[in-house]
C-alpha cells in the first residue's frame, strides 16, 4: 500500500515508522532482522532502507595507486523485498539520483515494481569525500526534482527508450526531503523552499524531514510550506542522541542545530549509557509535542540500533 494510503486510512491517527541501514558489505540480513523484530509490535505500516552511493576508494598496488569503486552497504531493493516478504510491511527503498545513470534508475525502479514495492523516495544524494560539490553522473539528475520527473514518468507508462502497455503501468507513490533547518547548500531557507515546492509540483506525493531536536522549527517549516502551497503530508524525522560524539557528528554530518538544554545535559552525562537515557528522554517529549500536534507518522532514524527507539515508542505508543 502506498504511504499517502497508510496516511489516510489512519483517519487522523499518528503512525509510528523507522528508517534502516543496510548491513556493511558482507555483514548478514540477520543483523538487520535483529534490530527490527522488537520495533514491530509498533506496527509500522512501512520502513525505509537508505542507500549509500558508490565511493571510490585507492588502493596500492606494485607501487602504484589503483582506484577501485566500493559500496559499503549495498542492497537497498533486495533488502526492502526480504522485509516485505519476511514481515508483510511496506518498504520504501532510497532511490539517489548520485552515482547513478537514468538508465540503472530505471532498472532499478523496474526491479522494485516486479517486487510490489510501491513507495520510493527520491533524493539527490550527497557530493562524494573527494568532491567539493555534487556532481550529476554520467548523465544522470542533478536535482532530486529530475529523479521525481522520471519515476512519474514511469507511473505513466513512458520509460527512457520505450512506451509500456497502459495496463503494466508503475504506480509509484514518492517520498522526498525536506529540510526544517534548510539544506546546506540552499542561499535560505525560503529559496530551499521553492525547491521543495517545485518537487511537489513535479509528483512528489509526501515530505521527510532531515532530523530536528527543536520541534518549533518543525512546526515553523511546516506553516512556511503551507503558506507557499505545499499541501502533502510531511512527516518529521527524528532520532535520539546515542553517544557523546553526537555532539559534533550529527551538525557535521545533518548540517542541523542541537539545543542548548540538550547539548548541557549531554555534557553533563559521564557515561555514554547516561547519553542514551537523556537521548531516550529528549526524544520521547520531543515525539509527544508533534503527536498532539497531530502529524501524520513519527518516523525514527534508527541508524541499525533499535533498542533506545523501541525504548521510545514504548512511551510514546
Ligand atoms: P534536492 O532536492 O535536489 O536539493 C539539493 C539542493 O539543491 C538543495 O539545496 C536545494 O535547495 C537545491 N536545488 C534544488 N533544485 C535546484 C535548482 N533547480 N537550482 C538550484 N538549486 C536547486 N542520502 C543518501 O545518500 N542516502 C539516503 O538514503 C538518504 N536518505 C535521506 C532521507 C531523508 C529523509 C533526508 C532528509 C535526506 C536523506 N539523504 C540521503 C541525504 C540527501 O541525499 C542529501 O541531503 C542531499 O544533499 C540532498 O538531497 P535532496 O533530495 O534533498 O536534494
Not at 503512525?15 to 543496510?22: A, D, K, N, V
Not at 546546506?184 to 509526501?206: F, H, Q
Not at 527524528?238 to 554530518?253: E, G, M
Not at 553533563?268 to 507518522?297: F, H, M, Y
Amino acid at each position: 500500500m502506498k504511504v499517502t494510503e497508510h496516511i489516510k486510512n489512519a483517519g487522523g491517527k499518528t503512525l509510528f515508522s523507522f528508517e534502516i541501514i543496510p548491513p556493511k558489505k558482507g555483514n548478514s540480513i540477520q543483523e538487520l532482522y535483529n534490530n527490527i523484530d522488537p520495533l514491530m509490535e509498533f506496527n509500522p505500516p512501512f520502513i525505509d532502507v537508505t542507500t549509500s552511493r558508490e565511493e571510490y576508494v585507492y588502493i596500492e598496488k606494485n607501487g602504484l595507486l589503483d582506484r577501485k569503486i566500493t559500496r559499503m552497504r549495498p542492497g537497498t531493493v533486495g533488502i526492502c523485498a526480504a522485509i516485505k516478504h519476511k514481515y508483510d510491511v511496506d518498504t520504501v527503498p532510497h532511490v539517489l539520483c548520485g552515482g547513478f545513470t537514468k538508465e540503472e534508475t530505471e532498472y532499478l525502479l523496474v526491479d522494485c515494481h516486479y517486487l510490489g514495492i510501491e513507495n520510493v523516495m527520491a533524493l539527490r544524494g550527497d557530493a562524494m569525500s573527494h568532491q567539493k560539490y555534487f556532481e550529476a553522473s554520467n548523465g544522470g539528475h542533478t536535482y532530486a526534482k529530475g529523479l521525481v520527473e522520471q519515476i512519474q514518468n514511469l507511473n505513466q507508462g513512458k520509460y527512457l527508450h520505450d512506451v509500456i502497455e497502459a495496463n503494466n503501468k508503475a504506480d509509484f507513490c514518492i517520498g522526498v526531503a525536506g529540510y526544517p533547518e534548510k539544506h546546506i547548500e540552499a542561499p535560505s531557507l525560503k529559496t530551499d523552499l521553492k525547491r521543495l515546492k517545485e518537487k511537489v509540483d513535479a509528483g512528489a506525493d509526501y515530505v521527510v524531514t532531515q532530523m530536528f531536536f527543536d520541534n518549533q522549527r518543525f512546526f515553523e517549516f511546516v506553516n512556511a510550506a503551507k503558506e507557499i502551497g505545499i499541501d502533502v503530508p510531511i512527516i518529521p524525522g527524528i532520532k535520539p542522541v546515542a553517544v557523546k560524539r553526537h555532539l559534533q557528528l550529527l551538525p557535521q554530518v545533518f548540517k542541523i542545530d542541537l539545543p542548548e538544554d540538550l547539548i548541557s545535559a549531554v555534557e553533563k552525562c559521564k557515561t555514554n549509557k547516561d547519553v542514551r537515557q537523556v537521548g531516550i528522554e529528549w526524544c520521547i517529549q520531543q515525539s509527544k509535542e508533534l503527536l498532539a500536534a497531530g502529524v501524520p507518522v513519527l518516523h525514527y532514524y534508527s541508524m541499525g540500533k533499535s533498542s533506545n527507539i523501541q525504548a521510545i515508542a514504548e512511551a510514546v505508543f
